[in-house]
């Protein structure tokens, strides 16, 4: 059974730093594509960034340049390193499996997030 | 981007009922070169992470209940839910990964009448 487990969220001051871990189990990590997925207070989903195999990665236009989205396979983690956060940052913060196909993916596994509070 | 616009914002059923929901994509998600449609939808009850339905438009998840059926080609989507169960309550939404910036619709929440 797939399992990811989100962990490192919690209350940042504007501008500040934080770094997310999701570990995986139940399947073979180092093989898959794994996303970042996030969903604001009361809000919608919004895709952040995507990790692939191979380790390339591609980011949305909000955070390109402050979040670096890695990997590492030998522990079986997925990380999001946020720097320069902003109150539009604050979110729940979930990792998923990333069924990449062409340029896009799909998500077929999501933990159960991490929130994240951007607040002074 | 690709812009992904459900309608409606929600609804109410009532149990047994149909519940149909909307997707339109700012441009065509269908790839031609395979003819396949990169859309997926998700089901999000309270307090729990999304949970992948249908991808490919058409093709359900595993252990999804057939009641559960997604439909449509190019940039017009629909997920409907044929006789609407209690434990369908829930927020819905469309995915597109035709880009690399993948990108959700609104949400569409779905009660009981």
């Known amino acids: 059974e797939v399992q990811l487990l989100e962990s490192g969220g919690g209350l940042v001051q504007p501008g500040g730093s934080l770094r997310l871990s999701c570990a995986a189990s139940g399947f073979t990590f180092s093989t898959y594509a794994m996303s970042w997925v996030r969903q604001a207070p009361g809000k919608g989903l919004q895709w952040v960034s995507v990790i692939s195999a191979t380790d390339n990665t591609y980011y949305a236009d909000s955070v390109r340049g402050r979040f670096t989205i890695s990997r590492d396979n030998s522990k079986n983690t997925l990380f999001l390193q946020m720097n320069s956060l902003r109150a539009e940052d604050t979110a729940v913060y979930y990792c998923?499996?990333?069924?990449?196909?062409?340029?896009?993916?799909?998500?077929?596994?999501w933990g159960q997030g991490t929130l994240v509070t951007v607040s002074s | 981007d690709i812009v992904m616009s459900q309608s409606p914002d929600s609804l109410a059923v009532s149990l047994g009922e149909r519940a149909t929901i909307n997707c339109k994509s700012s441009?065509?998600?269908?790839?031609?070169?395979?003819?396949?449609?990169?859309l997926a939808w998700y089901q999000q009850k309270p307090g729990q992470p999304p949970k992948l339905l249908v991808y490919w438009a058409s093709t359900r998840e595993s252990g999804v209940p057939d009641r559960f059926s997604g439909s449509g080609s190019g940039t017009d989507f629909t997920l409907t839910i044929s006789s609407l169960q209690a434990a369908d309550v829930a927020i819905y939404y469309c995915?597109?990964?035709?880009?690399?910036?993948?990108?959700f619709g609104q949400g569409t929440k779905v009660e009981i009448k």
């Open positions: 441009q065509s998600v269908l790839y031609s070169s395979n003819n396949k449609n990169y």
């Open positions: 995915q597109q990964y035709f880009t690399t910036l993948r990108t």
């Open positions: 998923a499996t990333d069924i990449s196909v062409g340029s896009g993916g799909y998500f077929d596994s």
